[in-house]
């Protein structure tokens, strides 16, 4: 089992890190954005525990998280990789799957109103399959499409959710 506590770290890479200080200050934006869309939740009234509760405790958790990880990085904390991971922490990042991920939810979350949830959310699946290093394009689409369809259904009929129907309204 590791050490909960972190050890300090050797003198010659003590200092700011600022891939740390980023994935701190991250955390902390999240958790403040999740604190905000919570206190916008109608509380129920005669109610002691009401559908902000659990909502409440991720979104004061990620705060917490964030400003542990804040204190961690201002006193000089980094994050360094386990011993069995076997990386170089030195090494420049591949960030072309993480690109092909956000590329295809952007594109995705543009055409989602106009074509709709099944073509939209279809892009978003097929770039997460190809950033994996599926490279089977016909296969790709199609498993993303039935994926999407059958969420589509799910949330649509199962959960009575309104979803933009865009252009398979009528057929859906």
Do not use: C, H
Not at 35 to 58: D, E, Q, S
Not at 74 to 91: C, I, N, Q, V, W
Not at 105 to 132: E, H, K, Q, R, W
Request: proline share 9%.
């Amino acid at each position: 089992m590791s050490d909960p506590v972190p050890t300090p770290i050797p003198a010659a890479r003590r200092g700011l890190s600022v891939p740390d200080l980023l994935v701190a200050l991250g955390v902390l934006i999240v958790g403040a954005l999740l604190l905000i869309g919570t206190l916008k939740i109608p509380f129920g009234i005669n109610a002691y525990v009401g559908p902000r509760v659990f909502p409440m405790i991720v979104s004061v958790g990620t705060l917490a998280l964030g400003a542990l990880l804040l204190l961690a990085t201002l006193r000089g904390y980094r994050a360094e990789p386990a011993a069995e991971e076997d990386s170089d922490p030195d090494a420049q990042p591949d960030l072309r799957q993480p690109g092909i991920i956000l590329g295809g939810f952007l594109l995705g979350s543009l055409i989602l109103v106009p074509l709709g949830f099944v073509v939209g959310t279809a892009v978003m699946y097929f770039s997460v399959g190809f950033a994996f290093g599926e490279r089977r394009a016909p296969l790709l689409a199609g498993v993303a499409l039935i994926v999407a369809l059958v969420t589509y259904v799910v949330f649509t009929r199962g959960l009575g959710l309104s979803l933009p129907p865009g252009i398979l309204k009528g057929v859906l």
